[in-house]
């Protein structure tokens, strides 16, 4: 019984990508966008995971627009 249910919860899990709210992150320097998870958004901060990846980056709202950066890089996303 507890491998049926362990069983459930991983193909429970396995699709949770599809659901997940998602964003387009841009490089400022580059210009070149990637796919991101949106893990939390508000008025204040958005935190992304690049689609494929484990990365994960924070941004604070400034000028209407989401603002941060990852190993020297940064980059702009409008949350939507």
């Known amino acids: 019984m507890g491998h049926r249910f362990e069983s ?10 599809d659901i997940m709210q998602k964003t387009i992150i841009q490089n400022i320097e580059t210009g070149i966008t990637k796919n991101c998870d949106i893990l939390k958004k508000n008025d204040r901060i958005l ?11 924070l941004l604070k709202k400034h000028n209407h627009k989401y603002i941060g950066k990852f190993k020297e890089m ?7």
Do not use: N, P, Q, Y
């Open 8 to 17: 459930c919860r991983a193909h429970h899990f396995e699709g949770i990508s």
């Open 47 to 57: 935190e992304v995971i690049l689609e494929g990846t484990t990365i994960k980056i």
């Open 74 to 80: 940064e980059f702009v996303s409008t949350g939507d």
